[in-house]
Nanobody, 123 residues
Framework: VQLQAYGGGLVQAGGSLRLSCAAS????????MGWFRQAPGKEREFVAH????????YYADSVKDRFTISRGNAKNTVYLKMNSLKPEDTAVYYC?????????????????WGQGTLVTVSS
């Protein structure tokens, strides 16, 4: 599967953005999907995960209650709606896919990655 993330940009603190990740190929529904982010000088970190069916979601504590992950299997797309953005949310955001539905926070557990989209939150 090939992944393309988009929707990043510059936003003021307190604002919102919605990231999208389009998947090419068939059988999108066999993949669990995740969003990760990497700030300058920092390691890539887990943001959110959604199961193959979309019934289960998991979030990093730092984004819980502000971010929402969802997916549209008919459109082969996963979304990340980000509200109440903070300057510390500034990072390159990556979508990732893994076969199966188990929940993992480690980047190495995901086999496929998109190219990343930059989110900058100004104070």
């Amino acid at each position: 599967v090939q992944l393309q993330a988009y929707g990043g940009g510059l936003v003021q603190a307190g604002g919102s953005l919605r990231l999208s990740c389009a998947a090419s190929g068939r059988s999108f529904s066999i993949y669990a999907m995740g969003w990760f982010r990497q700030a300058p000088g920092k390691e890539r970190e887990f943001v959110a995960h959604i199961s193959r069916s979309g019934d289960s979601t998991y979030y990093a504590d730092s984004v819980k209650d502000r971010f929402t992950i969802s997916r549209g299997n008919a459109k082969n797309t996963v979304y990340l709606k980000m509200n109440s953005l903070k300057p510390e949310d500034t990072a390159v955001y990556y979508c990732a896919a893994r076969v199966g539905s188990s929940y993992y926070t480690e980047p190495l557990r995901y086999e496929y990655w998109g190219q990343g989209t930059l989110v900058t939150v100004s104070s």
